[in-house]
C-alpha cells in the first residue's frame, strides 16, 4: 500500500502567479485530483515484471 502526496505548485504567467495542485505516487506516478476525490489517498501498486504493467488500485475497506 502507498499513499498519494499531494504537490502544490506555482507558475507565473505573463507577471500573474498561478498555484496549482496535484497528486503523484512513487515512480512518479501521477493521479488525477478527481480520483483522489472519490477513493482517497491510499492505494495499492501492483508490479507485473513479466508483462511490463504497472496496476494501481484504490485502497478499499474490504482488503487489508
Given at each position: 500500500?502507498?499513499?498519494?502526496?499531494?504537490?502544490?505548485?506555482?507558475?507565473?504567467?505573463?507577471?500573474?502567479?498561478?498555484?496549482?495542485?496535484?497528486?503523484?505516487?512513487?515512480?512518479?506516478?501521477?493521479?488525477?485530483?478527481?480520483?483522489?476525490?472519490?477513493?482517497?489517498?491510499?492505494?495499492?501498486?501492483?508490479?507485473?515484471?513479466?508483462?511490463?504493467?504497472i496496476?494501481i488500485?484504490?485502497?478499499?475497506e474490504?482488503?487489508?
Amino acid at each position: 500500500m502507498v499513499e498519494a502526496k499531494k504537490i502544490i505548485g506555482k507558475k507565473v504567467v505573463n507577471g500573474k502567479v498561478y498555484e496549482y495542485e496535484y497528486y503523484t505516487l512513487p515512480l512518479n506516478i501521477y493521479i488525477p485530483k478527481s480520483v483522489v476525490e472519490r477513493f482517497g489517498t491510499k492505494f495499492i501498486v501492483r508490479i507485473d515484471e513479466e508483462s511490463g504493467t504497472i496496476t494501481i488500485l484504490p485502497q478499499t475497506e474490504e482488503v487489508t
